[in-house]
């Protein structure tokens, strides 16, 4: 912080107090770590806690010095002053264990006796000082950002914001520290056992040339099938279910693209209106398969469903490519909840404004992870890495992948992150598929991408939805798509299947809507129809809405068979999308992320 930020800090009495205080309670932290380390004993009621080492980060469950089994706890938190790992019985009673040891900003310590099934968090302590961007608030129990399972539901109560949500004067709530306890109120990690041999697996590796993808949701794909048993309907379980995998073979599609399965939360501003975040574009947990698809349980059996589900799609010959979101996460602006990134190290997780106090905001969703910084940059490789060699996935699709692609603020092609995948000998093998574009500004790259990767093509989309309704000006334009678009991707040598070809993904209209509305309908999402795209591209064929004549209605099958074999007949790789060869429907919503 400069000496001016400093004398300013040093004359606020607010800001004085509070910094005094958090001095006090992370100091209190030291004294009990540096006794616990004289004496040779863990603090009252908890158990011994061992050095341990920095590596691996998260928890891994191990066989510790003497043979002792036990779990190695490391979390990066540069800035913090004092870390607690945080365990959790069955009946919710807290044992708190501080870390004894701190490696290159890595916090870290050993604790004999922590077996599989244990459920746990961390309380980081530092300063308060959103006027600088600190946010440490030990009183609000952290999810590890490499937890491999989460145990519960986050669902927003006061408690769980490190400052005062609820504050008269809001101009300024973000600023007033909430001292209540949050464990109560919020899931915890699980740790999870390494012991799953991948030897008898056998992935598609299809080549991108004879690939079609399709896009689909795990619960929604699952969830109203009438030969999936009911018990395994909208989980991962049901999705390697022999009815599911039999309507993916009879398609003939070679890999499926899930919504997000990493772990993830539900906004506050649809909690406040009864609705929950269904597509899952609300990252908390990188690691971690979301726990509300499991059919087998939370307590970490959830991993285990995951990779039974993957094993099973790869013995039918369909690949795994996961949609991920490592541009944001669900912690928001400075007034969303404290989680787990904002209290470990809010300045070393997420770009700040020349204002620390608040968020820089690529992505719409409140912050951005800062990618440039080695401990980001880390936490996302290593997440990558974690899925394809230990969870044995095919590939990914990055959601906002330009604002992974930003270095400052500008978006570069040289940036770190892509640099990382390009070298990467695991992550380079496996399928990259980029939506090309952030809502900053220059965040617009359809065509930028560098070889290694493929992209999501929204000028086919557009160009062959106006082709179709007459509205194309030049015909010309659609001759590129139809050919693999050259235009874009031919000028650094890349093929073909650099284009994800699509006419309709998760955001927008469905097919059969895409035929039936020329304007949104998105009145069930609570905000007046003023959310989602008003450029649709669609033509009603006559009558907007479900219609009764014989005319429409044939009609409407007929543009529907015209785009679906325009698709599957141009080059580049097709994507579709999950229902649309059955004529679903979301009655005209083209936003439909919380219904």
């Not at 107090?17 to 932290?29: C, F, P, T």
């Not at 459920?119 to 590890?144: E, F, I, Q």
């Not at 650099?498 to 809507?513: E, I, K, P, W």
Request: aromatic letters at 10%.
């Amino acid at each position: 912080m400069s000496s001016a930020a400093e004398q300013e800090a040093v004359q606020d009495p607010e800001r004085k107090a509070v910094r005094a205080a958090d001095g006090e309670a992370a100091a209190a932290v030291r004294a009990a770590v540096a006794e616990d380390r004289r004496g040779g004993r863990a603090a009252a009621g908890a158990p011994a806690v061992w050095p341990g080492a920095p590596t691996p980060l998260g928890a891994r469950f191990r066989a510790g010095p003497d043979g002792a089994a036990g779990t190695n706890f490391a979390l990066w938190a540069g800035g913090a002053e004092a870390v607690e790992v945080c365990l959790f019985d069955e009946r919710g009673v807290e044992t708190r264990c501080p870390l004894t040891e701190l490696t290159h900003e890595i916090w870290h310590g050993f604790v004999p006796g922590v077996r599989p099934g244990q459920r746990y968090g961390y309380r980081v302590h530092g300063r308060w000082d959103p006027w600088t961007g600190a946010r440490w608030n030990a009183a609000k129990l952290l999810l590890d950002p490499y937890a491999r399972a989460v145990d519960g539901t986050f669902t927003l109560p006061p408690e769980v914001y490190g400052h005062v949500r609820d504050w008269p004067d809001q101009q300024v709530a973000d600023t007033v520290r909430d001292d209540r306890d949050s464990a109560p109120h919020v899931p915890k990690g699980v740790v999870v056992h390494d012991d799953d041999d991948w030897a008898e697996d056998r992935r598609p590796k299809t080549p991108w040339a004879d690939s079609v993808i399709y896009e689909l949701h795990v619960r929604g794909f699952t969830r109203l099938h009438p030969d999936i048993p009911p018990e395994l309907r909208g989980t991962y379980a049901g999705l390697a279910h022999p009815a599911a995998i039999e309507h993916l073979t009879r398609l003939g599609v070679t890999a499926v693209e899930l919504l997000p399965v990493h772990q993830f939360a539900h906004e506050d501003h649809l909690l406040r209106r009864g609705l929950r975040n269904y597509w899952g574009y609300n990252s908390i947990g990188y690691f971690a398969p979301h726990a509300d698809y499991s059919a087998s349980g939370t307590a970490g059996q959830q991993v285990g469903e995951f990779k039974r589900m993957v094993r099973t799609l790869h013995g039918a010959g369909i690949e795994v490519i996961l949609d991920v979101v490592y541009n944001h996460t669900a912690e928001a602006g400075e007034r969303g909840p404290t989680l787990s990134l904002r209290g470990i190290d809010n300045r070393g997780y997420y770009r700040l404004q020349h204002d620390p106090r608040r968020y820089a905001d690529y992505t719409g969703c409140g912050n951005t992870l800062h990618v440039v910084q080695p401990q980001v940059l880390r936490l996302i490789t290593d997440s990558l890495r974690y899925w394809v060699t230990e969870m044995g996935v095919d590939g990914f699709r990055f959601d906002l992948a330009a604002a992974l692609a930003r270095s400052m603020h500008d978006v570069d092609m040289l940036s770190p992150f892509l640099a990382v995948i390009a070298q990467d000998p695991v992550l380079r093998r496996v399928k990259l598929i980029a939506e090309p574009w952030d809502v900053g500004s220059g965040g617009y790259q359809v065509g930028a991408f560098p070889p290694l990767w493929t992209e999501w093509n929204d000028h086919y989309r557009d160009a062959v939805r106006d082709f179709w309704r007459g509205a194309l000006p030049d015909v010309r334009d659609l001759g590129y798509r139809l050919t693999g678009s050259s235009d874009l991707y031919a000028w650094g040598g890349r093929r073909p299947y650099a284009s994800v070809n699509f006419v309709t993904a998760h955001d927008g209209f469905t097919l059969r809507d895409l035929v039936s509305y020329e304007q949104k309908h998105n009145e069930g999402n609570g905000e007046g129809n003023r959310d989602g795209t008003h450029d649709n591209r669609a033509w009603n064929c006559g009558t907007e809405g479900e219609s009764d004549d014989p005319h429409v209605d044939a009609l409407r099958r007929r543009q529907l068979r015209n785009l679906l074999t325009t698709l599957l007949l141009s080059t580049g790789v097709p994507m579709l999308v999950a229902g649309d060869e059955m004529g679903r429907t979301q009655g005209g919503n083209n936003n439909a992320y919380c219904q």
